[in-house]
């Protein structure tokens, strides 16, 4: 190296100062995203298990906030409103899975058709999914309007005067398929367009070979779509209930998680213990709770992917 | 063009034959069930025209919720009046200054983070990218309550940067770029280093122009979630100062009395931004939902 000539000896360092300088470079072009989202992301998650064992409130007071082990997750775990919480959601689920997924493969299959303006139809059919949740609360605050709402007249038309109007957001009983129905209407739109994909990718021999075989179209229909959509299917059902679990903005906005609690979920559950009665050690316990059950139905899809595969 | 000239003419050409009468029970069959899933949206920009809260009302179970008489502004030019009502326009303006600023700060961290990961010679990339693959599972629902008590301790409260700088670099988004970036052919990253370019050079001059396709579904998925942020903005904004347009419209309910034509012109302002991007960039949403769901 020391007998090189000048001029192959600039010539390498020319080569290499890009090299070093390259990396303060890539060093400055990688930090400002991991600073951020250590800041805000890992930070926060971190601190969420530490505040979770102590009395911390969401205003501190005078007395500094103490170690109290795993009394909040004691008190989550005895308490009858989240029980309630928990149970609403899977009631959730259980009802807008086949809402909405049904719906979204209905009509996934019609556009999956020949069709004149068929981007067209998908575009208009993919709106909802593109509304605000807080704007498709407006509406259907309307639509469910307690007498007279369009949803009461065609109940009432329907049966002939028969049924009596109902109060679809104050009623216990009819609180949470309301929930589920304005739910199921903003979303979807995403699982149809992830359904259309997967419809796109069914091989056409697939269905000649069941045609030569003389399958009829609901043969074809249970026979080769539905199998080919196996890996669909349970995306769309993971993705589902890890948004139910998440369900917020519409109880928070047209229920409060009432009436009595019908409507109750585990985020509005912890917004209320943390946000609104500033018990920020129990409403983390419910975070860290949350952020299991995520994991959990996450894992669920890896393994059961993995199986196929 | 091609997509839709094709199945256009498909029917005329097969006029005579009797499928043509299953094709159009089939057109009328979709389009009634597509007017039926909109008829909601319809209602709403209706009912933005009609200037009497208890008119909407009363409209409501009719099919008068279709039509307007009188149509009016005066619901939309209210937005804008700062007394007593609320500041709606303001509201607007605050929501959009949040969008653009997320959107096009967020496409750039998280591609040049992307950039590295994929291409970079920093050691450790490989946990660095493991790491936050690993971070992408944590619901936001989950850490919302810590983040509040970081954000009012470094002073942030009631911010425009509280709603911004959280959500700009997003494991899941510098993972979906990083996977665009490893599959660009190692060809074009020598050519780019022969000619002794550093890395940020090459980054911005040869793999962003390039990556189109990718920023685009990033903007697109960023931008949506951005826009219809509620929980975060109900807790960490306390005045109209930097309140977003989504928690204001919910502020109409829970009062006693609600404003419908207020709240439906609110609403119908919410749309009209996502609307326009929505129409100009159709096929782009689709793909950019797609890829989000493949990925996720």
Redesign the interface.
Known sequence: MIQMSTETLTAGRRRRAPLWGGRFQELGMLLPSLALIAAFLLLPFLSSFRIALTNERLIPRPVPARFVGLDNFQKVLTDHDFWQALWNVARFTVMVLPVQCGFALAIALLLNQKLPFRNFFRGLFFLPAITSMVVVCVIWATLFQYPTGPFNQIVGFLSFGMVQPIDWLGDPAWSMPAIVLLSAWQAYGFQMIVYLAGLQGISDSLYEAASLDGANRWQKFWHVTMPSLRQTHVFVLIITTIQAFKLFTQVNILTQGGPRGTTETVVHYMFSAGFVNQRLGLASAVAIILFFIVLAVSLVQRLVVRDRK | MT??SE??A??RRASSEPRDIG?II??V??SL??LV??S??I??VV?SLKADRFQ???D???FR?FWVDNPTLQNFRDMWVFSGALPFGRYLLNSLVILFVTVIGGVF??S??A???AW???PGRAV?LAA?VA?Y???Q??????????INRIGLSDSFAAQI???????LY?FLIYQFFIQIPRDIYDAATVD?????RI?WSVFLPISLPVLATVAILLG?ET??Q??WP??VTQTDYARPI?VG??S???TGT?Y?NN??AA?VM??IP??IF?LAF??W??SS??SS??K?
């Open positions: 997509v839709i199945p256009l498909a029917p094709g089939k057109l069959a979709v069930i597509a899933i909109v909601p949206l209602v709403l009912g909407i009302l009363a409501m179970g009719t919720a961290l998280n040049m983070a950039f590295v990961l970079g010679r920093l660095i936050l971070l599972i944590v619901p629902e989950s850490i919302v309550l810590p983040l509040l008590t970081i700088l959280p959500f700009m670099a997003s494991p510098i002794g370019a550093g890395p940020f980054y949506i826009w219809n509620y929980l109900l807790m989504s419209i919910a109409f309910f829970g609600i419908w709240a439906m609403s919410m749309m996502v609307l929505y159709q096929r949403f689709v939902f797609i769901a493949v996720g």
